[in-house]
């Protein structure tokens, strides 16, 4: 069963530390995998998208990581900041047209 | 929110009334899609469409019928809600398909609530 698992469920950093979300899949076959932010009462920003050739990218402090071997991703916050609170969700392509959602990390980032 | 917005953002309506919900779109993107987003459940497809008049369903399309007569516009319709139906709405596009390395923009999501 395709699936997209994601942990921990909900975190909580003090503003200005690194965090760490991980993603785990076992989705085939794989055609590409992205984060995204959502902020509370919004939808959806892409963060980054990886294909199955590229193991990790950066887009500002977020930075993505791919192991297509162990069907594994990471995304990694640096110098976290009040505005980074919200859910990160890890989304999987297959098949060439269909998407497959984790339900999500809630990050919240206090002062 | 990349030229998207749906309308109305916030609903509440009885079991078994008929409820639209509309997606318009200034990107003049082929593809449009709507998905629910419930706890515990990460987004759901539930229609999409592939050009004006091209539609399709998703994984979770009983219940709900869509529409594409222009470009711009893709209208979700709940027949007879039900409290099943009660959920976060997010209508998204993309200028190519979803799959390829094609990035979604979603609208601000609508909260439906069937009593």
């Known amino acids: 069963k395709n699936q997209v698992e994601q942990s921990p469920q909900s975190l909580i950093i003090l503003e200005g530390k690194n965090c760490t979300l991980q993603?785990?899949?076992?989705?085939?076959?794989?055609?590409?995998l992205r984060w995204y932010k959502q902020d509370t009462g919004r939808g959806p920003v892409s963060l980054t998208i990886m294909t199955f050739s590229e193991n990790t990218k950066s887009n500002g402090r977020y930075t993505a990581t791919l192991d297509a071997d162990t069907k594994q991703s990471s995304l990694h916050i640096t110098a976290s900041q009040l505005s980074d609170s919200a859910s990160y969700i890890c989304v999987v392509s297959y098949n060439t047209d269909k998407l497959i959602f984790g339900t999500g990390t809630r990050l919240q980032v206090f002062p | 929110d990349a030229g998207i917005t749906q309308s109305p953002r916030h609903k509440v309506t009885e079991t078994g009334t008929p409820v639209t919900l509309r997606c318009h779109q200034t990107e003049n993107h082929r593809y449009m899609y709507w998905y629910r987003q419930d706890p515990g459940h990460g987004l759901r497809l539930i229609h999409y469409s592939y050009g004006v008049k091209d539609t399709d369903k998703g994984e979770v399309s009983d219940g709900y019928s869509v529409s594409r007569s222009k470009t711009e516009d893709f209208l979700l319709t709940l027949e007879s809600a039900t409290s099943s139906q009660t959920s976060v709405y997010f209508c998204a596009i993309s200028e190519f398909a979803s799959g390829d390395n094609e990035k979604l923009f979603f609208g601000s999501g609508t909260q439906l609530s069937v009593l």
């Open positions: 993603c785990n899949y076992t989705v085939s076959p794989f055609s590409n």
